[in-house]
């Protein structure tokens, strides 16, 4: 399929990544059935994930949507990053970040600690989708959806500049 100048392959399935939000979905049950957590979706990625993720725990529970901005300074002062929508009270609560995928960590690193400081009851991160080879930040996620190469992925919410988030399947650049 092309988007945008590049081609993309089928890598993952509707139904695997059905499956496997199902078990993540059951596990998370187990662990916070009447615990009331706090599912916090990052924008914009993140959103068709949590929505079926959400549906796949059996038990009360509450969400919110968060955006992180970056900005790229220079290479020495780093990115700055700010939080917003996040209005929710998470003193004492048990909280579900939901992420689309872990590239660098950059972003889980940076919102972790930010959260941390709210002092919450719990964290657990849970990530649809994460690349080991391009890590660089420090991040424990407790539930993985699928670990893949270090190569460019759209659907299922992700997009390229804009496009393929409606896709059900994953896709993968294409060699050419
Ligand atoms: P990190 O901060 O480097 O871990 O990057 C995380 C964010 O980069 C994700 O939430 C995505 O928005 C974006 N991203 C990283 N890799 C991909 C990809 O392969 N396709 C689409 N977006 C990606």
Redesign the pocket.
């Known amino acids: 399929m092309q988007i945008h100048d590049l081609h993309f392959k089928q890598m993952i399935s509707a139904e695997q990544i059905h499956e496997r939000v199902q078990a993540i979905g059951a596990a998370l049950t187990t662990q916070y059935k009447d615990k009331n957590p706090l599912f916090i979706s990052?924008l914009?990625?993140?959103f068709v994930f949590a929505s079926d993720l959400m549906r796949a725990f059996d038990g009360h529970c509450e969400v919110g949507f968060v955006k992180l901005s970056?900005y790229k300074g220079t290479r020495s002062s780093g990115d700055v990053q700010t939080v917003m929508g996040l209005e929710k009270e998470l003193n004492g609560r048990h909280l579900i970040i939901v992420?689309?995928?872990?590239?660098?960590?950059?972003?889980?690193?940076?919102f972790t600690n930010y959260l941390r400081e709210q002092s919450p009851e719990s964290i657990c991160i849970v990530s649809l989708?994460s690349?080991p080879d391009?890590?660089?930040?420090p991040?424990e996620i407790d539930y993985t959806g699928f670990e893949?190469p270090d190569?460019?992925?759209?659907g299922y919410g992700?997009?390229?500049n804009g496009l393929?988030r409606n896709l059900p399947d994953l896709l993968?650049?294409a060699d050419v």
């Open positions: 990052i914009s990625g993140a970056s992420e689309d995928i872990v590239d660098t960590g950059r972003t889980l690193h940076f989708l690349k391009a890590l660089q930040f991040i893949i190569k460019f992925v759209v992700l997009d390229y393929g993968v650049l």
